[in-house]
């Protein structure tokens, strides 16, 4: 999957909602589901769910 900057509906969108499965994550949950971040996630910096 690759994620890149794109219209939708005419706007503008630079991001994607994706799931720990989407993303191919060891441990993701079999469930369908948004990954939702901590808040204090920081750009560019490791985490684990």
């Not at 999957?1 to 989407?22: Q, T, Y």
């Not at 990954?35 to 560019?44: H, K, Q, W």
Request: net charge negative; proline share 8%; with cysteine.
């Amino acid at each position: 999957m690759i994620i890149r900057d794109a219209e939708l509906r005419g706007i503008a969108s630079s991001g994607m909602i994706c799931s720990a499965k989407e993303l191919n994550l060891p441990d993701a949950p079999t469930e369908k589901g948004i990954l939702v971040l901590p808040e204090d996630s920081r750009i560019g910096e490791p985490f684990s769910i």
